[in-house]
């Protein structure tokens, strides 16, 4: 019940976020069902290719035209879909995690191991994401689960410091103190004061997380360090023939570009619109104020003047 009451205020007070919801939910439908929905199917594990179709526009034949191979393009996105939506949940997942993990020990011990994990946070956001991953990935090698592990080290470490301040102010609170008066562990405060109270900003960083890991996929890929090549991804197309044949068959690069687009600006919607329903404190803008509320109240105070002068 409370989860539909959460879809239902979310359709009443940000509808750009539930329609971004929507398009997310879609997103993952297509990545299931992608055997169905797809014109030519895979056939152990590879689309076929047909060079004398290289590199055609769209038609009735490929609505979305022929890729350097042949394949058809609408084929491959849909395929696409898949790599994208399992790399993008599984590193937002275990992103997460980690962030929740680091900050809240972090935030509840205190002391010296605080201090200690904190300056080693500090040493390691000194050094530039983007080379960290890529000395890992050439340590792993190339691959789906190397991407996985390499993208969600980095984010969960540097995410950790935003939970970890929501998560000190939690365990400052009367309640959590009160709960370690009482003799409750650490691990106790952790899992049924702090973690409970910080969900909204978990949330909003899960959403945000989805965004950037799927453009740190399309940087990879541009770098050489992507899935393997017969594996269908939008950021390799768009990397690799995407920006060769920009001119001479713009649809190659149109097709993932508009699909990462609509993917990152989704999960970026989605994320502010749950941290505004979960937690007005968080609300950006006007707040809990809408211009509505702010026209009757400038009404009411233009009224009251009016009969003052009156008077």
């Known amino acids: ?39 030519q199917k895979m056939v ?21 035209g022929t890729e350097a191979m ?35 020990t972090s935030a509840v011990i205190g002391g010296k191991f605080d201090l200690l994990l904190q ?19 050439t340590i792993l090698g190339s691959g789906m689960i190397q991407m996985i592990i390499v993208m969600s080290i980095p984010t969960g470490i540097g995410g950790s410091r935003m939970i970890r301040s929501a998560a000190i102010s939690v365990k400052d609170s009367g309640y959590c103190g009160m709960s370690r ?37 399309s940087t990879l890929n541009f770098l050489g360090f992507g899935v393997n090549v017969n594996t269908p991804s939008w950021a390799y ?3 690799s023939q995407g920006r060769s044949k920009m001119y001479t068959a713009p649809w190659i690069g149109l097709a993932p570009g508009i699909a990462i687009t609509i993917m990152v600006f989704a999960a970026a919607m ?5 941290r505004d329903v979960l937690d007005p404190r968080l609300k ?22 009016a009969s003052r002068e009156a008077v």
Request: net charge positive.
């Open 119 to 137: 300056r080693f946070i500090d040493a390691w956001q000194c050094i530039p994401g983007m080379l960290i991953m890529l000395i890992l990935m």
């Open 181 to 217: 008066m009482l003799g409750g562990k650490n691990v106790w405060r952790m899992i049924h004061h702090v973690v409970p109270n910080i969900m909204p900003l978990v949330l909003m960083n899960l959403a945000n997380t989805l965004g950037g890991t799927i453009m740190m996929e």
């Open 270 to 274: 989605f994320g502010d619109g749950v």
């Open 70 to 104: 042949g394949i058809d393009l609408l084929s491959y996105m849909i395929y696409g879909a898949r790599t994208s939506v399992i790399l993008g949940i599984s590193c937002t997942i275990i992103a997460t995690v980690i962030s929740v993990v680091i900050g809240v």
């Open 1 to 39: 019940m409370e989860t539909l009451d959460f879809f239902h205020t979310l359709w009443k007070t940000k509808k750009i976020a539930f329609i971004s919801m929507v398009v997310l939910v879609l997103f993952v439908l297509i990545a299931i069902f992608a055997d169905l929905l797809a014109p």
């Open 237 to 239: 197309l768009l990397t």
């Open 44 to 64: 152990n594990g590879i689309l076929e290719s047909n060079l004398i179709d290289s590199c055609q526009g769209p038609s009735l034949k490929h609505p979305l």
């Open 284 to 305: 950006g803008g006007m707040g809990s104020f809408s211009r509505k509320k702010i026209r009757k109240i400038s009404e009411k105070y233009m009224a009251k003047r």
